[in-house]
């Protein structure tokens, strides 16, 4: 994974309506000594750290990548969950 870019992160989270706070959204990607991990939250505000293989907030974490994780709903759907494109 690419090296964090603190004043990026800072201008991202003071920009307004960066998040869809009404569904299942992907608020941060780091790597910890086990490997990829996320920070996901949910609707109504729950936030769950997450890594391959973790169920949380209805959804299991299949993959995690640089830019993006997937998650598998209890339906079988997948659905990719992307960081907010940078300026």
């Not at 997450?50 to 997948?78: F, K, M, Y």
Request: net charge negative; aromatic share 2%; glycine share 10%.
């Amino acid at each position: 994974m690419s090296q964090p870019d603190p004043t990026l992160a800072e201008a991202q989270a003071t920009t307004p309506d960066v998040l869809d706070l009404n569904s299942l959204t992907l608020i941060g990607l780091f790597t910890t000594s086990e490997g990829p991990a996320a920070l996901i939250r949910a609707a109504n505000g729950q936030v769950a750290r997450i890594v391959p293989g973790t169920q949380a907030l209805g959804v299991t974490a299949t993959a995690i990548g640089e830019s993006q994780v997937l998650v598998t709903g209890a339906d079988g759907r997948t659905l990719a969950m992307r960081l907010p494109p940078r300026d």
